[in-house]
């Protein structure tokens, strides 16, 4: 069939469910749900599980609006040239305003069903990813990612703030966690799909200040990572459950950062695909670790 | 259009609107525990 033909038929809903991108999503639940699970404070079930959807859906607005921004970007770049807009499957409005539907819902309910402060952090992650990150950031400065990672790092503060209703300590520190650890996760990734992001004309900083200066900034922010995860027991926020598991978390990260850091690369690129594949196990596990932390501390098992 | 083109976009915009119908009755459901859990 013809790009032409098949843009004549109807999107399948899998086409709309794909403007989410799920992938991204998972992480963005679990962050979110992991944030609501440690927070002090009772919310219940049924608001809780609506404000994690509230979440869930605002990351697949934003993400709907990043590829309806983004189609032009998308369609020259081999890893995501097979996405719905690009592919000609759906047409480059409808993702617009299925992604304004979303965002726009995910807050008012939020708003309506949970808490006002928390929706108000829902619909500045919503605009810090579609339009600060994606319009303005993004095309413009190798720190892109660096300033972008801000908009990851938003759902566990939802999901705090859902709970006991007002911003502490503790949720910045889980925000600042995303936000130190977005820049050598993604540069990783970047350091082997540096042709594409050439290709398409993005200024990754693999692209515009070359390999080994992104090597030494993965290095740099996998080093600065450790503390960062440690605060929540520095500060007494969590229990030492937490703070072992986060030093040596936080430890095999560096392990892993050294070699692509230290070296040049080659075409296999190696260390730096498992780098990648550990960052996002790292913060999988990291913020399992708060929650069993809480959970056990609530119950009385650590005393 | 071919009787095979017809056929599947009536095949897409069933798959939708089942897909639509099953999200509305879950947000009716969704809203309707939500109200309870508010006045709880």
Redesign the interface.
Known sequence: MTES?AL??????RDFFALTKPRVMSLVIFTGLCGLLAAPGHI?P??GF?AI?CIAMGAGGSGALNMWLEADIDARMRRTAGRPIPAGRLRREDARDFGVALAVSSVLMMGL?VHWLAAALLALSILYYAVFYTLWLKPRTPQNIVIGGGAGAFPPLIGWVAVTGEITAMPLILFAIIFVWTPPHFWALALFVKSDYANAGIPMMPVVRGETHTRRQILAYSVVLAPVALAPWLIGGAGAIYGVAALALSLLFVAFAVPVGLRRGDAAMIPEKRLFKFSVLYLFALFAVLVIDRVLSQSGALT | MTPD?QA??RR??K??NI??GLVLAFFGF?FY??T???M?
Do not use: C
Request: charged fraction near 15%; charge should be positive; glycine fraction near 4%.
């Open positions: 033909a004549q038929l109807p999107a399948e809903w219940n049924v608001l609506t959807l069903a | 083109q599947e976009i897409r915009q798959s939708r897909a639509l969704l525990a939500i309870i859990a508010r709880g």
